[in-house]
């Protein structure tokens, strides 16, 4: 009834090595380090997007076209929306006088 321990464990498989490599957290690895790295990673798929072997989209087609009108439409109507804003808030701060202070004695 009282078994001992095995005192060598199974060894495990590749797999699960690589996995347990790649989660742990490493002393050299920052966040700031691995934000770093993304980033460059990102910008590496970005740039091998539009100049590597990936087709370059259609900047002529109508799908395009369609698309760039509607995103300069809602850029003019968030920029006209911030001049209201703006003109608002100017119109507030006129109307507002501003204190007075107290006469010398």
């Not at 002393?27 to 700031?32: E, V």
């Not at 997007?49 to 995103?71: C, D, K, Q």
């Not at 809602?74 to 703006?86: F, V």
């Amino acid at each position: 009834m009282d078994k001992k321990p095995d005192p060598k464990p199974l060894p495990l498989p590749d797999a699960s090595r690589d996995f347990f490599n790649k989660v742990a957290p490493r002393a050299d690895r920052t966040p700031l380090k691995e934000l770093q790295e993304r980033y460059a990673d990102k910008r590496a798929e970005d740039r091998l997007a539009t100049h590597g072997t990936l087709p370059i989209p259609n900047h002529h087609s109508t799908e395009f076209i369609v698309e760039m009108r509607i995103r300069e439409w809602m850029m003019r109507m968030e920029r006209e929306a911030a001049d209201e804003r703006k003109a608002r808030a100017a119109i507030e701060a006129a109307k507002t006088k501003p204190p007075v202070p107290p006469a010398p004695k």
